[in-house]
């Protein structure tokens, strides 16, 4: 999550985040994954993860691969 913070600062217009929620208690997870979600508002996220669960949270397109 720390690494999340950088391009959320300095208000990127892309955010690439991978595994951002990888090693999270459930509690953080989901604060984290609404913090995220907010951040992206306005901004293209990419954000790989092996959870569904955390995609169907965040929402928006969903590409499988």
Do not use: N, S
């Amino acid at each position: 999550v720390q690494t999340c913070a950088l391009p959320i600062l300095f208000d990127a217009p892309l955010l690439i985040l991978d595994e951002p929620f990888q090693g999270l208690d459930d509690e953080t997870r989901l604060l984290a994954i609404v913090a995220v979600k907010g951040a992206a508002q306005g901004r293209t996220a990419l954000v790989v993860t092996h959870d569904a669960q955390d995609c169907a949270l965040l929402g928006g397109r969903i590409v499988h691969l």
